[in-house]
């Protein structure tokens, strides 16, 4: 019996040792310097990591896995997998501006996770040495560099006793820098949700043998949810073979992921709906005589809201290329459900909604609302009224409630934000439910998402909460009114084909409008700096404007109604 994935690949070793599982294109060119790894080199490398950890006596405690874009990774995470230690992926510190940002992040998921190790690269190990003045959290923890340990280490590997309930990794959710919340994924989550990709991809063995074992092409980052239980994990569930790239490489030039596509010829790609944008930015007549994209069957699409004008564009576009409308795959998923809940139906285009359908706001848009598809096997969706904990009537809004066997065990040390996130009761179901914190609507079985109970703002895959934002602003300029600042996001471009932009609106004194320009400036500069989010507007209002409750909570709806209004009390 199968009881990780660690089984599975011993298994693939043992029956296809010379089998590519990946392939790493170094420069992100398919004609440039590419690293291979075979499924029997990938378990003695993973096996020589488990060995190491074991040695040390680290089973059961958290392992920090801080790695460059590349093949490292994975050799360290399944070694933490294969050592029964919890490994807990993160973003490795480069360039200024990412460095204080990342070194932050990283202080606090070393200090939530209590991360008795450090598993990186070479380069990252080193330089953590140079930074023990600013790391004091550093002092009780072991870094090593993976490179560094010898094959011959994996001799010395034992099996750990490994169930369905034991830990796998922590998975940090994006959103929030003040409060980082760990989710807490067991090796049961994982192959249940592996299952569930594989089912709702159409990963047959037919298909698996029609396509070489080629299944996959990805730059996403394999620190996040998508890039790593996606591509990276069901490649070993699969037994297959993933072209991966770094997504740097992907953004400086993004005709190298469809050229990766044209080349390798895989089953299944995919990344946010900003990704798709991205492409069509770049699509010269030139790179459409170069592709050949007839063998990418699905093209799933997810992690933000996926818009029926990118889909509309990108299939009129990369037709003459040989894309079909039926690979467009739109899913929906999140952490806390390990990675996927609901996805499209394999040959068959996205089921699109006219405005007027799509429920209480009907009118309010001239976009389509577009399906995220079916719950995979043995996954229930519910739509739920949050305050009645009621389920709803197909067709009406409500909070997505999720219940099954890959729905996370809870946040890691938080047992508050677990019993109010993952152990909801719905009147006339039994078992407990995940509560999402999304909306949408179900019709004839199909997931309509259309948008966020909370006021999370969404930019290019990544989350940010608008309390941040508005901290990070206030803190920014003394101009700015204590508690008196309201984040949000609005659609760019036509049709919201842009994704989403970033918009703050603050209160400030009055004696300081003569410096509004230098004040916008420095609040601009300093969002960008903490959280890598360029800002599309920042509105300087008359104090006592900004709309709040009752209580004095900020109302960041209604201050984003007013802004689309034009009826902010600007200075």
């Known amino acids: 019996m199968v009881r990780s994935l660690v089984d599975l690949l011993s298994q693939h070793a043992a029956h296809h040792p010379d089998r590519t599982a990946y392939r790493y294109l170094v420069t992100g060119d398919c004609d440039g310097e590419i690293q291979e790894m075979t499924y029997g080199r990938l378990a003695t490398r993973s096996r020589a990591v488990a060995a190491w950890l074991q040695e040390r006596g680290l089973a059961g405690s958290r392992a920090m896995l801080l790695?460059?874009?590349?093949?490292?990774?994975?050799?360290?995470?399944?070694?933490?997998?294969?050592?029964?230690?919890?490994?807990?992926?993160?973003?490795?510190?480069?360039?200024?501006?990412?460095?204080?940002?990342?070194?932050?992040?990283?202080?606090?998921?070393?200090?939530?996770?209590?991360?008795?190790v450090i598993l990186g690269g070479r380069e990252v190990i080193t330089a953590l040495s140079t930074m023990a003045e600013h790391l004091p959290e550093l002092a009780d923890v072991?870094?090593?560099?993976?490179?560094?340990?010898?094959?011959?280490?994996?001799?010395?590997?034992?099996?750990?006793?490994?169930t369905a309930d034991s830990v796998a990794f922590l998975q940090y959710t994006s959103g929030s820098t003040s409060a980082p919340r760990g989710v807490v994924v067991t090796h049961g989550n994982l192959l249940d949700n592996e299952r569930v990709i594989t089912e709702r991809m159409g990963h047959t063995p037919d298909v698996i043998a029609e396509y070489g074992h080629e299944m996959f092409v990805s730059?996403?980052?394999?620190?996040?949810?998508?890039?790593?239980?996606?591509?990276?994990?069901n490649t070993i569930h699969l037994g297959v073979t993933a072209t991966l790239f770094s997504p740097l490489h992907f953004l400086q030039r993004p005709e190298r992921w469809l050229t990766a596509i044209s080349r390798y010829r895989p089953h299944t790609s995919g990344g946010p709906n900003f990704a798709y944008e991205l492409c069509l930015k770049h699509a010269t007549p030139r790179l459409l005589d170069e592709l050949d994209l007839s063998s990418w069957k699905v093209a799933f699409n997810g992690a933000e809201p996926v818009r029926a004008a990118t889909l509309r564009r990108f299939a009129d576009t990369f037709a003459p290329a040989g894309f079909r409308r039926e690979a467009l795959y739109p899913c929906y998923g999140l952490a806390e459900a390990t990675l996927m809940v609901t996805g499209s139906t394999v040959h068959t285009p996205p089921t699109l909604l006219a405005a007027p359908e799509t429920g209480p706001h009907a009118g309010q848009s001239d976009a389509a609302a577009v399906s995220s598809g079916r719950p995979g096997p043995d996954v229930t969706v519910a739509i739920a009224d949050p305050e009645r904990a009621e389920e709803l009537p197909d067709g009406e809004t409500g909070e997505i409630w999720v219940r099954g066997a890959s729905v996370a065990k809870g946040y890691w040390r938080n047992a508050l934000a677990t019993r109010e996130t993952f152990r909801a009761t719905l009147t006339g179901h039994e078992g407990r439910f995940l509560r999402t914190g999304d909306l949408g609507f179900l019709r004839d079985g199909e997931l309509f998402v259309t948008g966020r109970l909370k006021d999370l703002i969404v930019i290019d895959g990544r989350n940010h909460y608008p309390q941040d934002l508005e901290l990070t602003a206030e803190m920014a300029h003394p101009a700015l009114r204590p508690g008196c600042t309201a984040a949000f996001s609005v659609e760019a471009g036509d049709e919201g084909a842009g994704g989403e932009q970033a918009v703050l609106v603050a209160e400030i004194a009055?004696?300081?409008?003569?410096?509004?320009?230098?004040?916008?400036?420095?609040?601009?500069?300093?969002?960008?700096?903490?959280?890598?989010?360029?800002?599309?507007?920042?509105?300087?209002?008359?104090?006592g404007t900004i709309p709040k409750t009752s209580s004095g909570k900020i109302q960041r709806r209604a201050s984003r109604a007013a802004y689309l209004d034009g009826t902010l009390a600007a200075i």
């Not at 933490?80 to 460095?99: D, I, K, T």
């Not at 989010?533 to 300087?540: A, G, H, K, P, Y």
Request: hydrophobic share 45%; net charge negative.
């Open 219 to 233: 730059w996403l980052p394999v620190y996040h949810d998508m890039g790593l239980i996606g591509p990276v994990l």
């Open 142 to 162: 072991t870094c090593v560099a993976t490179e560094d340990i010898p094959d011959e280490a994996a001799a010395s590997w034992r099996e750990p006793e490994l």
């Open 510 to 543: 009055p004696d300081a409008a003569s410096e509004a320009e230098k004040i916008i400036d420095v609040v601009r500069s300093g969002i960008g700096d903490a959280h890598g989010v360029s800002v599309r507007d920042v509105v300087l209002v008359r104090p």
């Open 67 to 116: 790695y460059p874009p590349g093949l490292e990774f994975i050799q360290g995470y399944l070694g933490c997998l294969a050592a029964g230690v919890v490994a807990v992926p993160g973003v490795p510190p480069q360039g200024r501006a990412q460095n204080h940002r990342a070194l932050t992040r990283m202080k606090r998921l070393i200090a939530d996770a209590d991360a008795k």
